[in-house]
C-alpha cells in the first residue's frame, strides 16, 4: 500500500518496575472482581450484576 513504517527502538517499551507492579495488581484485582461475579451468578444468585 506504500505505508512507511519506521521502526521503534525497543527503549520506548521499558517501564519500571514499580508501573509494573501497579498494573499487575489492578489486572488481578479485575480478575477477582470477575471471577466473583460470574460465581455467584453460576449460582443462581445476582443476574443483575451479570446485566451491567
Known amino acids: ?3 512507511k513504517i519506521e ?3 525497543a527503549a520506548c ?3 519500571s518496575g514499580d508501573v ?3 498494573a ?3 489486572v488481578m484485582s479485575i480478575w477477582n ?3 466473583g461475579v460470574l460465581m455467584s451468578v453460576s449460582r443462581g444468585k445476582d443476574w443483575a450484576l451479570f446485566s451491567k
Open 1 to 3: 500500500f506504500g505505508y
Open 7 to 9: 521502526k521503534v527502538p
Open 13 to 15: 517499551f521499558e517501564i
Open 20 to 22: 509494573a507492579r501497579h
Open 24 to 26: 499487575t495488581i489492578a
Open 33 to 35: 472482581s470477575m471471577v
